[in-house]
Nanobody
Framework: QVQLVESGGGLVQPGGSLRLSCTGSGRSFRFYTLAWFRQAPGKEREFVSAILSSGDFTNGVYYADSVKGRFTIVAMDTSNTGYLQMNYLKPEDTAVYYC??????????????????WGQGTQVTVSS
């Protein structure tokens, strides 16, 4: 059974940084799409970023417009851990962040329904 576990959330001041980790188990992650979504209270879960990996190659990296230039996604490494580096955080980035994944290349990477694997979520709060 595939498991994804997020860590690294917390409270940070506006303009600060956090790095979220997503550690996987239960399968090979060499040919895998890793994504991050977030959900704020009262809102739908929304796409943040995705990276499409085939072995040692990256086939695509995508970001929501709201995080472009501030967030960086990193694919699963040899320890089966991927990351979301978040810089210049804003109060509107406050949400529960989820990592998600699926084998192969997920073409509709922004859509939650195409992901088979989900983590439990980690809270990110940006506030002074």
């Amino acid at each position: 059974q595939v498991q994804l576990v997020e860590s690294g959330g917390g409270l940070v001041q506006p303009g600060g940084s956090l790095r979220l980790s997503c550690t996987g188990s239960g399968r090979s992650f060499r040919f895998y799409t890793l994504a991050w979504f977030r959900q704020a209270p009262g809102k739908e879960r929304e796409f943040v970023s995705a990276i499409l990996s085939s072995g040692d190659f990256t086939n695509g990296v995508y970001y929501a417009d709201s995080v472009k230039g501030r967030f960086t996604i990193v694919a699963m490494d040899t320890s089966n851990t991927g990351y979301l580096q978040m810089n210049y955080l804003k109060p509107e980035d406050t949400a529960v962040y989820y990592c998600a994944g699926a084998g192969g290349e997920v073409r509709n990477y922004y859509n939650t329904r195409y992901y088979d694997d989900w983590g439990q979520g980690t809270q990110v709060t940006v506030s002074s």
